[in-house]
RNA sequence: GGCGGGGUAGCUCAGCUGGUUAGAGCGGCGGAAUCAUAAUCCGUAGGUCGGUGGUUCGAGUCCACUCCUCGCUACCA
């Protein structure tokens, strides 16, 4: 048996200062159905999620709840395991930045740049804004008629400021990073992500302070433990960590680093395309081979927030439809790398049309009949038509489309092509109207039952990454066995074995039905909401995904 | 302000290097069928391709200008 090559990929790891919430949920999901496809399609795939437990904030929002740092994470970070668990991940380890095997590799990362000459001691200085807490640039800052320093984005008074803090010589990598994009055009996708990038490296990079004294709640560096890391440094280091380092001579870290993949929100590209292998490189460990950058999700056109009152807890969606039909929802509607919509309405109608009318439906009728007219075994079929021959020509070249696809995560186009089969068997079934056949030609009948159920089968393999358990469902009733459900079952020349004796046919995917209106059971809000965001003028902060 | 994306049928979007009557899915409408989860199939939708002016035998598809919109423009993550 060949070697399986090896696939390591990660979604963003989740700071926990609040619930998790859907783009969390997003991000888990999707990271997944590709750690799925790839363990299908015979990758040796490590797949590693987890929280990011450190930095001020979480400082700050346990200061507001009077719970220390750690109390608040030992009360929030549970939900984020059992969300990821609620999404059917199949994650190899959920990482904490807390555990101490997480503080040997930020340590040993640390002290890697250092001995490599990329960290120095020195003085932050700028205009700070204690009601901002933050700091601005001169430029950022102006005077009012009073002479009184004020930040110009958010009019709060400023004072100058000077903090010890150790820095990154990240002014070092600019043109080490240029070179890194040129040579590797899919380091981060979609590329418009990478463009964005390439110019930012090209406008210059300045040093990156590398520590705070401010706060205590964080990994201290080595040698000065007045100093804590800056929150990137530690979060970062994760995917290292997950992996074995500082070990870096253990099989586990040389057979998965560097990543094959890191999957993060669109909000965080910087950090990982290039502080992340600034860092790596000063360190003299590899960079990862690719980012990929998702968009966020919306509902009804609009950031979720909670003066609006569209939060949406994933729990409770993936509840209402279903953790396989909520994934299919996400993967199919949100173009991969885009932002995206949702609502209750776009569930509903997506999961019905797709799930349950055209595949849910055409196993029920195709498999309720064998069971019927040919006692439940799979008739063997007779001498294949053109009909019969292009539906499953069909059905064959779906695996190298998914394939293409996926090897720039294109997820969407994935199901696209397999729906699409989907969209052609229906054709196929109605056009040969097999119910007609029974009187008349059973043989022929048993032959486009037998057709049928085999493009059946080439999809649910196919959604298996997507929809992991109703993928299954559908196996089952087909009576394909354990090992005939990889991707290999889909090589050429592999076929439904007919003879075998199939189980009762079930619903796979019920039709979502609407509760009856009723004000405090409707999940949805009636109110009429704009199709467009208004105009509004920009937050200071605004919410972000995952760190 | 600078740089980079977008503005195409009611909705979400395809339309590569310019070339016959501008496409898909969903929705809507009409029809067929009745094996099936009232699911499926067939037909239909006449949209100034943001606006104006150009280049060209010919332009959503190239150029200029313009309106709108989104993203990036470093140290909260």
Not at 237 to 259: C, L
Not at 348 to 369: E, K, V, Y
Not at 408 to 428: E, F, G, I, K, P
Not at 524 to 538: F, G, I, L, M
Request: aromatic share 12%; with cysteine.
């Amino acid at each position: 048996m060949p070697e399986k090559a090896p696939f390591y990929i990660t979604t963003a790891i989740s700071y926990p200062n609040g619930v998790p919430h859907i783009g969390h949920a997003y991000e888990a999901i999707a990271t997944d159905a590709i750690a799925r496809f790839m363990r299908l399609d015979g990758y040796d795939v490590y797949f590693l999620t987890g929280t990011d437990e450190h930095g001020q904030k979480m400082q700050q929002t346990a200061a507001k709840l009077g719970l220390t740092a750690r109390q608040l994470r030992d009360q929030n970070v549970p939900a984020f395991e059992k969300m990821v668990q609620a999404m059917g991940c199949s994650n190899d380890d959920f990482i904490h930045t807390t555990e101490e095997r997480h503080y040997r590799a930020s340590e040993e990362l640390w002290r890697r740049m250092e001995k490599n000459g990329d960290i120095y001691l020195d003085k932050y200085a700028g205009w700070y804004s204690v009601r901002d807490e933050a700091y601005y640039a001169e430029d950022e800052t102006h005077l009012n008629e009073h002479k009184v320093r004020l930040a110009s984005k958010t009019g709060t008074p400023v004072e100058w400021v000077e903090e010890e803090s150790y820095f990154f010589k990240l002014s070092a990598y600019q043109d080490k990073l240029l070179k890194l994009y040129a040579d590797v055009p899919d380091f981060v996708l979609p590329k418009e992500r990478l463009n964005e990038v390439a110019s930012f490296v090209k406008g210059g990079l300045k040093d990156l302070s590398l520590s705070r004294t401010t706060f205590d709640w964080g990994i201290p560096v080595p040698g000065n433990p007045k100093h804590i890391m800056y929150v990137w440094v530690d979060a970062l280091t994760n995917y290292i960590t997950g992996v074995g380092f500082p070990d870096d001579s253990s099989e586990q870290f040389k057979r998965y680093w560097p990543a094959a993949l890191h999957v993060i929100g669109k909000d965080i590209v910087r950090f990982h395309a290039v502080y992340w292998p600034a860092f790596l490189m000063s360190a003299g460990v590899a960079v990862p081979k690719r980012i990929f950058s998702h968009g966020f999700l919306f509902n009804r056109g609009e950031k979720m927030s909670k003066s609006v009152g569209n939060v949406v807890d994933p729990f409770t969606l993936a509840e209402t439809f279903g953790v396989d039909q909520l994934r299919y929802f996400f993967m199919r509607e949100v173009p991969f790398g885009q932002d995206g919509n949702y609502s209750y309405e776009a569930i509903a109608n997506r999961i019905n049309a797709d799930l349950a009318n055209d595949l849910g439906n055409l196993a029920q009728r195709s498999l309720s009949m064998v069971a019927k007219a040919f006692g439940g075994v799979l008739p063997e079929p007779g001498a294949f038509t053109a009909e019969d021959q292009t539906i499953l020509a069909a059905a064959d070249a779906m695996m190298d489309v998914a394939r293409e696809h996926m090897k720039t995560q294109q997820l969407h186009h994935v199901l696209n092509a397999v729906w699409s089969v989907v969209a052609d068997a229906n054709r196929y079934f109605a056009s040969e109207e097999p119910w007609a056949k029974a009187k008349t030609d059973p043989q022929r009948q048993g032959t486009i039952l037998y057709v049928t159920a085999e493009v059946i089968r080439q999809v649910a393999i196919l959604a298996q990454p997507f929809m992991p358990t109703s993928s299954g469902k559908f196996l089952d009733l087909l009576a394909v066995s354990a090992d005939e459900r990889g991707f290999e079952a889909l090589a050429a020349g592999k076929r439904l074995p007919h003879g075998r004796q199939l189980p009762a046919p079930q619903g796979v995917f019920p039709r979502y039905v609407e509760p009856e209106a009723d004000p405090n059971a409707a999940p949805e809000p009636k109110a009429e909401k704009p199709k467009k965001q208004k105009k509004q003028p920009k937050e200071p902060k605004p919410p972000t995904e995952p760190a």
